[in-house]
């Protein structure tokens, strides 16, 4: 819907689409439907429902939340994040994704790893090779709740990673998927930077 504002889909299209990608309950889907503000939702017909993302493209480049990065602990870390905001235009917006879906990557690894060396969950060498399998492991030992948002993110990650995002059209694309999913991107950032802080101590 990111992808395409301003259209459209019924409900039962979108599980569809997301059972292809994710095993996820209908009870699931629908909580995370009502909980997103910024998706309009409608009855068509006694039997259909539709959703729409309402989008007005009137900025030309994504903003962030520069006080949840302050308080991250690792100052390099914080640089590094900041640094990706000129980044953030629709002409470069495949290098800012890419630049903080490889930090998402980095931190939880690094906070698996630093888990499995204090025993703190059940992690194996496994769980540790790949974004996939560590994503896996977060929702097999509880570490976050609605890790769903995890997924999301490890989607566009592997897109970036994957796929040639040079002309005008694919970018507009992402730039707008961008304004949902950098927040998220800072967001789990910071949550398993404090997470390392923690476990530190």
């Known amino acids: 819907m990111y992808a395409n504002p301003n259209k459209a889909y019924t409900k039962k299209y979108l ?5 292809k990608k994710i095993n996820c309950h209908k009870h699931t889907f629908y909580t995370y439907l009502r909980e ?10 006694p ?9 007005t493209e009137n900025l030309t480049t994504i903003n962030f939340d520069e006080n949840m990065i302050n308080s991250i602990f690792d100052n390099e ?13 629709i002409e470069k917006i495949e290098i800012g994704i890419y630049k903080l879906s490889s930090y998402f990557e980095d931190i939880i690894r690094k906070f698996l790893q630093l888990s499995k060396t204090k025993g703190l969950y059940n992690i194996t060498n496994n769980d540790l090779s790949k974004l996939v399998k560590m994503i896996s492991c977060i929702e097999r030992e509880n570490i976050v709740e609605k ?5 999301v993110l490890r989607e566009v990650r592997n897109k970036i990673v994957h796929e040639e995002i040079q002309n005008i059209s694919l970018k507009k694309e992402l730039f707008f998927q961008a304004h949902y ?7 789990y950032i910071v949550i398993f930077e404090r997470k390392i802080k923690e476990i530190s101590l």
């Open 147 to 151: 890790d769903f948002y995890l997924n």
């Open 15 to 19: 599980f569809n689409e997301i059972l």
């Open 181 to 187: 999913i950098v927040p998220l991107y800072v967001k």
């Open 36 to 45: 997103m503000n910024d998706i309009e939702q409608w009855q068509e017909s």
């Open 77 to 89: 870390l914080k640089k590094n994040l900041l640094n990706c905001k000129e980044y953030l235009s």
């Open 47 to 55: 039997r259909e429902y539709l959703v729409e993302y309402k989008y």
